[in-house]
């Protein structure tokens, strides 16, 4: 992969990280908003059934002559008062209802329907699940579909003194919608916030990775340079090692510190050592005993100074087999 690639492939990591860091953000506000709107719909069921009961039990002592009795007294005055309820937000509402047999029926109209020319509905399992909940004597919330089949947050709560249940909800979409807005808004800004700063990254590394490219490039051409050479050296060392072998004289090479590392055949046959034996160790060796000390001197002395008596020239010496 290319230094460019490694680059793009990064910035989109980036890219993808903000994001999903943004949208856990954003999915913790949501769910914490859920909660907060639970709370309050929770709040208003049971503040509107209470509220409802303690109009029932008065109506009930001090409303007796209605013309439907007390019960209807307190419907009449529920309706009223539900005339000038405007809602819960864009798409929250209030629900009454009480249970007919096998179904449902709704006492107040609704925000988005007129429910006086609507059938009851099922008590079954269904739509008004919130409400056939509270009917059963249940309180709690629910995120479920309503009478409209519209997915709803609903708190439900029952009426025990006139046996009816109340709901109150609200459209999921309508919770939703700020999230949605707030991610699309997040998301834009994090793309564009990643983009003005790959241009100005790019701008301001792109030198930095021509310069690097050029380096690797100079890297290679003196790898590349430096192995020619290896393979030269190995040539001429394999061509001197040749001619070595086949010479009737002994070649016999050191290190700067005079360690034997090259011997030929005739130095074999000559100095009576096999190559494995003389290999690594000093030439003095294959010196007489009067000869050696001068000759470590010698190596001691051109190691410190550089200066070199006999090295690189034609001398007569004394050997030993």
């Not at 859920?34 to 059934?49: F, G, K």
Request: glycine share 8%; with cysteine; hydrophobic share 40%.
């Amino acid at each position: 992969m290319s230094e460019r690639k490694r680059l793009y492939f990064l910035l989109s990591i980036m890219t993808t990280v903000a994001l999903v860091v943004g949208g856990i953000a954003i999915y913790i506000l949501y769910a914490a908003a859920i909660d907060e709107v639970r709370e309050r719909l929770v709040e208003t069921a049971q503040s509107r059934a209470r509220l409802i009961e303690a109009m029932a039990r008065f109506n009930s002592m001090y409303n007796k002559d209605h013309p439907g009795g007390p019960a209807a007294a307190t419907l009449d005055q529920i309706r009223e008062a539900h005339k000038h309820f405007k809602g819960l937000g864009e798409t929250g509402e209030f629900a009454l209802a009480r249970r007919e047999g096998d179904h449902i029926v709704y006492l107040l109209t609704h925000r988005h329907y007129d429910l006086e020319d609507l059938k009851p509905v099922p008590f079954d399992p269904g739509p008004a699940e919130p409400m056939r909940r509270a009917l059963l004597g249940q309180s709690g919330t629910v995120i479920g579909p309503d009478y409209r089949g519209v997915t709803v947050l609903a708190a439900y709560e029952p009426v025990a003194e006139l046996n009816l249940g109340t709901v109150a909800k609200i459209d999921l979409t309508e919770i939703r919608a700020p999230f949605v807005r707030a991610g699309v808004a997040a998301g834009g800004a994090a793309l564009l916030v990643v983009l003005l700063g790959s241009t100005l990254f790019l701008r301001v590394s792109n030198p930095i990775i021509r310069r690097l490219q050029d380096l690797y490039q100079m890297a290679q051409q003196e790898l590349a340079e430096r192995k020619q050479r290896e393979a030269a050296l190995r040539d001429s060392e394999a061509y001197f090692r040749a001619i070595a072998e086949s010479a009737p004289n002994a070649f016999v090479c050191t290190d700067s510190a005079g360690r034997i590392i090259s011997w030929n055949r005739a130095a074999q046959r000559i100095f009576q050592y096999s190559e494995e034996e003389v290999l690594g160790q000093s030439l003095t060796m294959i010196m007489p005993e009067r000869y050696r000390q001068a000759c470590l001197e010698g190596i001691e002395r051109h190691q410190r100074t550089g200066v070199k008596h006999y090295i690189g020239e034609t001398v007569e010496l004394h050997g030993q087999r």
